[in-house]
């Protein structure tokens, strides 16, 4: 089955930097839209960032556009979100996912495969 595995949170002052990783197994993910999603207590998730499993076509939230930076690594089976300039209203869980369907955009119904998560967070 599926799995994808979310690491690389942590605490850090804002204006840091840290990488998060999600390891992808269970099938292969040609074609797959992944995406990073996150999610404040009390929030609804909500989109951060996508890229197709190739690599191609990164596409980002206005909210982290410049300072976030979305990759994968096919031979890895690994999907990263490169984040620096770190505010506090980036905390959050981040969550890693999958779609099927390569046109999925924003919206976390269109995502099937779900990591953990990984809890950043921002002080100020």
């Known amino acids: 089955q599926v799995q994808l595995v979310e690491s690389g949170g942590g605490l850090v002052q804002a204006g840091g930097s840290l990488r998060l990783s999600c390891a992808a197994s269970?099938?292969?993910?040609?074609?797959?839209?992944m995406g990073w999603f996150r999610q404040a207590p009390g929030k609804e998730r909500d989109f951060v960032a996508s890229?197709?499993?190739?690599?191609?076509?990164?596409y980002y939230d206005d909210s982290v556009k410049g300072r976030f930076t979305i990759s994968s690594d096919t031979t890895k089976k690994t999907i990263y979100l490169e984040m620096n300039n770190l505010k506090p209203e980036d905390t959050a869980i981040y969550y890693c996912a999958a779609s099927n369907n390569w046109s999925s955009t924003r919206a976390p119904k269109e995502y099937a495969y779900w990591g953990q998560g990984t809890q950043v967070t921002v002080s100020s």
């Open positions: 269970g099938r292969t993910f040609s074609g797959y839209k």
């Open positions: 890229i197709l499993w190739s690599g191609h076509s990164p």
